[in-house]
T-cell receptor, first 112, second 113 residues
């Protein structure tokens, strides 16, 4: 069965303090790994898609990387506005069509 | 352009009543998905529509749940005889083709009392 595990569950950083969020996965035939940001009371906002091991993508202070077993979301010099829940999801060949299988998320709080 | 929209944003209903939730996908997106997000849990897949193909209903938790989609536009998720465990945020997403990134609406928060 496909599994997605995110760690830590919660992370508190000071403004400017860089860190990484982890997403470990076990799937049969990875089609893609997705990162989303979710603010309270809102739907997930798409950030990145990664398709193969070794791939990296960047957007402002965020950088996502992928290996055969896990993905990292690196946050460089975070600002308070980066506070949100970050969700990781996989799209696999073995599950329901193109449905995404989500982890439970990492809740990030960045304090001034 | 306009994103995915959902209505209502909030719905409070009594146990045993039926509810209908609506989703308007991004124009031109052929694929539409429904997910459920219960408190403290990850998003759970419910159902997937792709063009005129038969929907993938494998995520629906019981036969009280059903969904329809008109062509490549609006979708309605219906929950019959609601139970307290149905309380959750119901999220709709659409994508250009099944393999593309999915864009989510703001969700409908359903509370069953």
């Amino acid at each position: 069965e496909d599994q997605v595990t995110q760690s830590p569950e919660a992370l508190r950083l000071q403004e400017g303090e860089s860190s990484s969020l982890n997403c470990s996965y076990t799937v049969s035939g990875l089609r893609g790994l997705f990162w989303y940001r979710q603010d309270p009371g809102k739907g997930p906002e798409f950030l990145f898609t990664l398709y193969s091991a070794g791939e990296e993508k960047e957007k402002e202070r965020l950088k996502a990387t992928l290996t055969k077993k896990e993905s990292f979301l690196h946050i460089t010099a975070p600002k308070p506005e980066d506070s949100a829940t970050y969700l990781c999801a996989v799209q696999a060949g073995s599950n329901s069509g193109y449905a995404l299988n989500f982890g439970k998320g990492t809740s990030l709080l960045v304090t001034p | 352009g306009a994103g995915v929209s959902q209505s209502p944003s909030n719905k409070v209903t009594e146990k045993g009543k039926d509810v209908e939730l609506r989703c308007d996908p991004i124009s031109g997106h052929t694929a539409l998905y429904w997910y459920r997000q219960r408190l403290g849990q990850g998003l759970e897949f419910l159902i997937y529509f792709q063009g005129n193909s038969a929907p993938d209903k494998s995520g629906l938790p019981s036969d009280r749940f059903s969904a329809e989609r008109t062509g490549e536009s609006v979708s309605t998720l219906t929950i019959q005889r609601t139970q307290q465990e149905d309380s959750a945020v119901y999220l709709c997403a659409s994508s250009f083709g099944g393999h593309g990134e999915q864009y989510f609406g703001p969700g409908t928060r359903l509370t069953v009392t």
